[in-house]
């Protein structure tokens, strides 16, 4: 099938354990669809819009170590809301197809670490999101002792403040190791079509299997 009709109109988000390189992927993928000529619309999840930003300035902030578990879901699911009505089905139905730094599919990660019920997640995604769920989901997968040397690593290779890691990233290993475990319970339990990917390796060599899931399979 030709990947430009196949994609227009898609919704897709990569995700996965911190320092899983998702977001070098997001940004590799879209740079790729875009010399094909493929009209390529990329966001984040919490933000993409201007309210989502003030919400994932809350999120991501010292305040997320004082707040309910409870606070933190319906938060996540605001910014949803907003981005989805906002930018995603506009898009959409312009016929591009949209790439998503996370989405629901992270709070039933993180916030499932904190032991919230997936299947709650998942109902309060319902009323965010309606019916605009990703068409593909891949989760780039790497250990969690991995991915959070990666996060230090990267801190310390660029300095300054903006680099530290942020409230989320700095919670214990453990549940880090709970993060990625049920990232990996989501295929079959998660709408849409969910992809688990190697994250191990070279940027390159990750991004040769993003390009293997979205030229092959269907969705």
């Known amino acids: 099938m030709d990947l430009i009709k196949k994609l227009a109109g898609k919704f897709i988000v990569l995700d996965g354990p911190d320092g899983s390189g998702k977001s070098t992927q997001l940004r590799m993928l879209a740079e790729s669809l875009a010399a094909r000529k493929i009209d390529v619309h990329t966001t984040v999840d919490p933000g993409g819009t201007e309210i989502g930003q003030r919400i994932r300035e809350i999120l991501l902030s ?3 170590k004082r707040m309910d578990v409870g ?3 319906l938060l996540f699911m605001a910014s949803r809301a907003q981005l989805i009505g906002e930018v995603i089905e506009p898009a959409i139905q312009a016929g ?3 790439l998503c730094d996370r989405f629901i599919s992270a709070t039933c990660a993180y916030q499932g670490a904190r032991n ?3 299947e709650r997640i998942l109902d309060l995604g319902r009323y965010a ?3 605009t769920w990703p068409d593909l989901t891949i989760i780039i997968d790497i250990p969690a002792e ?3 040397l990666r996060v230090q690593s990267r801190s310390t290779c660029t300095g300054g403040p903006a680099s530290q890691p942020d409230a989320m990233e700095s919670r214990p290993l453990a549940y880090h190791q709970k993060v990625r475990e049920l990232f990996l319970s989501l295929p079959g339990r998660y709408p849409g079509r969910v992809e688990l ?3 191990s390796g070279a940027p390159e060599q990750v991004h040769e299997r993003v390009m293997e899931v979205i030229s092959h399979v269907d969705f």
């Open 146 to 148: 991995d991915g959070l």
């Open 71 to 73: 606070c933190e879901t």
């Open 116 to 118: 919230v019920k997936i």
């Open 96 to 98: 591009q197809v949209v």
């Open 197 to 199: 990917i190697d994250g």
């Open 129 to 131: 999101v309606r019916e």
């Open 62 to 64: 010292d305040s997320l």
